[in-house]
């Protein structure tokens, strides 16, 4: 493959659409099995660790692989954390791990499934709340691991309901990209030589020696998986996140990642993670977030986060200390300034890191691709770095996008939406799927005016299969779920846009979902496809061209593809028509703008439709209905 200005070709010069899906899921925690990720090792981290089985055991690869290939899905963002590399500690490999991911993607390849490799992390790190770092990281700076709940430093799935005697609350986790330990590692991450400048890990600087060793991981994985055919690319990180840079001030809270719940402000969770309680606002669900409902505690048996011999980060670079007993906050701003103005979070400290990340793994391997993100928020210039002529070729803008109302409350319904960027209510099915539209169509158009209109990939999208009271389980009915799955696909198909959706984890059951966080998400459970019919859908792999537009209508049942054909491309579009959905005679027409037939062979087995323009340079169009 190769990038040529915002298109991906292939080595006939046609031009690709890459559709396929996160592997997976699940892939986040060490493999164990269904509903048993709260282990031991989560309490004594460099004990009882692997992730040899994810995504799934070796002797089960053929049957995943083949699935999804039958499928269309021949481009997966393949799901590997730097936990899973690096978990024993610092420069110390997983090498069975590395070597059982060789095998796997060897058997991608037998399968002609292509893939790209995402170093995934979602706040932090599973003592954070999440998936991604290994402990150690945060044991260097003196972080008591067990503590993290306690002090309300993170919301843990592990500790929460030990720690407050209530369940787990859903779709919480993203709450602790607010809350100390996330945010703070992510500072020292990205910024650590600026905001905390004494702060040294073996003679490093905090910044320098995390990324360092981060960017090692990945390198030694490229070693150990070089001459694998199915790597195209590498991902650089997952929803990079700021932490506290670039805040105003410290005591009020600033672009919260989740709406409801506890909110406590930087400087409430700064103090709270030093040993002191404070007292938090709470808002409703009910009012989504605007209203407070009450106030509550944090950390009331004022422990602290840090062992013996440390303090906090923030107190050592001058940003509070102690007075009388209690916490005085002596820089409010001390995150909003960078060489003389506001930091710019995308191109001052997440640019320069991608940057370095690319270059080092370019260094053996130039040709591959690299698909980098910018924060979760695909719709905000700002979220996003700059590109130019002088920073690295071959990169794709991998943003991600989800219906946040359908997403955050577990329900869905098609004639009801809400536009955070109003605020307005949508109501009606066509004005929702023309919001879906514009959100994606705003994502590249960031793409365009900012990063050089390189590819875009939409890396993440997708609908929880426990939605609307887990009506799916109950009746066996996922009409619902097809409908809003073939709505995100449509937005998807207008926008001609490549796409990975969001996601396939093999230990799926529906009582304990992808076995993350009570997400379930996965389009596959107990050996079973779910809603197929919203997101196995006809789509041109290649094209002789260009393509124009696309268009799959299910209810009608019929296919449009618009196509400026080449005529010196020689090989024929192929397109992706699902054996289940077309049969082995569908209707089929092939028509040049003069009014000629294209020629065509369709393969029913293959599922493969052919179409050749046969020296014909114009547009063209493709009609495929249901016979």
């Known amino acids: 493959m190769r990038i040529s200005d915002n298109l991906i070709l292939d080595n006939e010069g046609r031009t690709l659409i890459l559709r396929g899906v996160n592997l997976g899921g699940d892939s986040k925690i060490p493999f164990c099995a269904p509903g048993n990720e709260i282990k031991p090792d989560f309490l004594n981290p460099r004990n009882e660790v692997s992730f040899v089985g994810r995504p799934f055991p070796l002797e089960e690869a053929q049957e995943h692989f083949l699935r999804l290939k039958k499928a269309g899905m021949t481009f997966l963002r393949f799901l590997v954390t730097w936990e899973a590399i690096e978990h024993e500690g610092p420069g110390i490999y997983d090498e069975a791990y590395l070597a059982y991911l060789r095998k796997i993607l060897l058997a991608a390849e037998e399968n002609g499934i292509s893939v790209f490799i995402d170093p995934h992390q979602d706040v932090w790190s599973r003592w954070t709340g999440g998936d991604g770092a290994p402990s150690w990281t945060m044991e260097k700076l003196g972080m008591n691991l067990e503590m993290t709940d306690h002090c309300g430093a993170a919301v843990t799935k592990q500790c929460y309901s030990i720690h407050s005697g209530k369940p ?12 100390y330990a996330a945010a703070t590692m992510f500072s020292l991450f ?14 490093e600087n905090v910044q320098d020696w995390l990324q360092n060793h981060y960017i090692a991981a990945f390198r030694h994985a490229q070693r150990r998986l070089k001459n694998c055919a199915a790597i195209a690319g590498w991902g650089t990180m997952n929803e990079p996140h700021q932490g506290y840079l670039s805040y105003k ?7 919260v990642m989740i709406p409801i719940g506890p909110r406590p402000s930087p400087w409430q969770s700064i103090c709270a993670a030093s040993g002191f309680a404070v007292k938090v606002p709470v808002y409703s669900t009910i009012s989504i977030g605007k209203r407070i409902s009450h106030h509550e505690i944090i950390n009331p048996q004022k422990i602290s986060l840090f062992k013996e011999g440390f303090n906090c980060p923030w107190k050592q670079a001058g940003v509070w200390d102690i007075e009388g007993g209690a916490p005085k906050l002596l820089k409010k701003d001390h995150f909003n300034s960078y060489q003389g103005r506001r930091p710019d979070f995308a191109d001052d400290f997440l640019k320069p890191f991608i940057v370095k ?4 793994m370019k260094e053996a391997d130039e040709h591959s691709f690299f698909f980098i993100e910018g924060l979760a928020n695909c719709r905000k210039n700002e979220s ?18 989800y219906d946040g109302l359908s997403l955050y409350t577990k329900n869905f319904r098609s004639w009801f939406n809400v536009d955070v960027d109003g605020p307005k209510v949508l109501l009606g099915e066509k004005k929702i799927k023309a919001f879906y539209a514009k959100c994606l169509a705003q994502g590249i158009g960031i793409t365009k005016e900012k990063m050089r209109n390189m590819p875009s990939l939409l890396g993440e999208f997708g609908l929880a299969f426990d939605t609307n009271n887990r009506i799916g389980f109950k009746t066996g009915d996922y009409s619902l779920h097809e409908k809003a799955l073939s709505m995100f696909y449509d937005a998807v198909d207008s926008n001609l846009l490549h796409s990975t959706i969001w996601n396939y984890s093999a230990s799926n059951t529906n009582k304990y979902g992808d076995s993350w966080n009570e997400e379930d998400l996965s389009i596959f459970s107990e050996g079973r496809e779910r809603a197929a019919k919203g997101w196995k859908r006809p789509y041109p792999m290649a094209t002789a061209g260009k393509p124009l537009f696309i268009n799959w209508n299910m209810k ?13 491309i020689a090989s024929p579009c192929v397109i992706f028509l699902p054996a289940e959905t077309f049969g082995p005679s569908p209707k089929i027409e092939a028509r040049a703008s003069t009014g000629e037939s294209l020629r065509y062979d369709y393969q029913y087995e293959e599922q493969r439709l052919f179409l050749y323009n046969d020296n014909y340079s114009g547009e063209a169009e493709l009609k495929v209905r249901l016979n």
């Open 168 to 179: 787990y609350r859903k779709m919480i986790w993203p709450s602790n990209y607010d809350r």
């Open 190 to 203: 990205f910024a650590g030589k600026t905001y905390a400048a004494n702060l040294m890990i073996d003679g």
């Open 249 to 255: 001030n410290l005591e009020k809270t600033e672009e």
């Open 357 to 360: 990340y690319i270059n080092t």
């Open 384 to 401: 996003h770095p700059s590109w130019n002529s002088a920073d690295p070729s071959n990169v794709v803008n991998a943003f991600h996008w």
């Open 556 to 568: 009608r049942g019929e296919f449009i593809f618009r196509f400026n054909a080449d005529k010196n």
